[in-house]
Each structure stands twice: as structure tokens, then as C-alpha cells.
């Protein structure tokens, strides 16, 4: 699993507007997929997955998409709140790579009151 | 409760000096990993153990090394060869089976060269 080495990009979304977190992936072989939210000076914490054979699915005001077609993946935080404030990392199973993951680059998300 | 624990949570280290990381955890699972985070950054692999007595190398394993002696402890030396040891390092463990499982994380540990 790598990830890539650049800042993170910032998305900045007002206290209860919904928000929309992407993410491309690279690997059209990949068939199970993994949204994480990491809090600063935490460890990164399982939000959502998906597997291949769904284009969505839905949490606790969350929803994952997934368009195969053009390899993107995307997060949905419904009324986003203060507490949603963090980095969140998509991440990939390539078919065949066992439990492997790839973990994408990370979006920070701001949350202002 | 099932966990992974990493410590310490902070360690400062001087030039030259090797440092371990530990990285426990009582969730039997077979694979355990190790990943590098510098600041706004992503997750980079540095080591990482599918069975107990074998590892692999990541993408960044250069001034680094592991033991995988038992199945809960998977610990991380930053040696003196790490010239830019200074980062966040975080351990996550799982399962092995193919199918699509998430890791769990620990908590992370920081580490600051003085």
C-alpha cells in the first residue's frame, strides 16, 4: 500500500451543509473499498465501505458512492458538524492483493460554526 | 476490549540514537503493519507482517527495521541510518483473508529528533 507524499487538499463546508469528500482511484481491478476519518494527533478510524458490486450505501449520516466507470469514489456527510473537523483517507483493494490496502492521499475537511 | 495499543505516545530522540516503537494487539489478527505520517500528509508503509517470523518491506523501509516474534507484537526500530526520523507513526493490524477488511489503527506515536 502507498500513498502519495503531497499536502492535503482542504475542503471547507459550513456547520450544517452537507459535504461531499472525493476520491479517485486508480486500479479497475479493485473491488473493495474504505472510507477512514483520522482526528489530529489520532489514528485513522473506519467510517464506511463498500464493495464493488454496490454503487452505494448508505450510514449513519454517511453514504459512500461508487462509479466504476470513471474510478471514483465519494463520501457524503449529511449536516456536517464541528466534530466532523478531520482528515479523511479513501482507500482500495486491488483484486488478488489479499487484505492489502492503498490508501489515497487524504482531504482535510474544515468545519466552520 | 479487543485493541491495539501503541507506545509510547510521544518519544524524543537524539541524533544518532536507535529508538523502538511498540505496537501490541489482542485482536488475534494475523497481519500487522507499520506507516509513516508527516505533517498534512498521507499514510506511507513502512513494514508490514502477514504471519509471525516473516515481513516484508514497504515503500519506505530504509533506516527501519521489525521483529514479528509473536502474533500480537509487531515492533518498529528507527535506527540511526532514518536521517528524517521526525513524524507520526502510526500501527494498524488485520485480518488476512481475502475479501475486503478494514485495518484497525493504534493511536500512533510521535516521534521527534532533538
Known amino acids: 500500500g502507498e500513498s502519495v507524499g503531497l499536502h492535503l487538499p482542504t475542503l471547507s463546508v459550513q456547520e450544517g451543509d452537507n459535504s461531499i469528500i472525493n476520491c479517485a482511484y486508480s486500479?479497475?481491478?479493485?473491488?473493495?473499498f474504505i472510507w477512514y476519518k483520522q482526528e489530529s494527533g489520532k489514528g485513522p478510524q473506519f467510517i464506511i465501505d463498500?464493495?464493488?458490486n454496490m454503487d452505494k450505501r448508505q450510514g449513519q449520516r454517511v453514504t459512500v458512492l461508487l462509479n466504476k466507470t470513471v474510478k471514483h469514489l465519494s463520501l457524503q456527510i449529511a449536516a456536517t458538524q464541528p466534530g466532523d473537523s478531520a482528515v479523511y483517507f479513501c482507500?482500495?483493494?486491488?483484486w488478488g492483493a489479499g487484505n492489502m490496502l492503498t490508501f489515497g492521499g487524504g482531504t482535510r475537511l474544515m468545519v466552520k460554526p | 476490549d479487543g485493541g491495539i495499543t501503541q507506545s509510547p505516545k510521544y518519544l524524543f530522540r537524539k541524533e544518532g540514537q536507535n529508538v523502538t516503537l511498540s505496537c501490541e494487539q489482542n485482536l488475534n489478527h494475523d497481519a500487522m503493519y507499520w506507516y509513516r505520517q508527516d505533517p498534512g500528509q498521507g499514510l506511507r508503509l513502512i513494514y508490514y507482517s502477514q504471519i509471525v517470523n516473516d515481513f516484508q518491506k514497504g515503500d519506505i523501509a530504509e533506516g527501519y527495521s521489525v521483529s514479528r516474534e509473536k502474533k500480537e507484537s509487531f515492533p518498529l526500530t528507527v535506527t540511526s541510518a532514518q536521517k528524517n526520523p521526525t513524524a507520526f507513526y502510526l500501527c494498524?493490524?488485520?485480518?488476512?483473508?481475502?475479501?475486503?477488511?478494514?485495518?484497525?489503527f493504534g493511536s500512533g506515536t510521535r516521534l521527534t529528533v532533538v
Open positions: 482507500a482500495e483493494i486491488p
Open positions: 494498524a493490524s488485520s485480518i488476512t483473508e481475502t475479501g475486503g477488511y478494514g485495518y484497525t
Open positions: 486500479n479497475s481491478a479493485s473491488d473493495y
Open positions: 463498500i464493495r464493488s
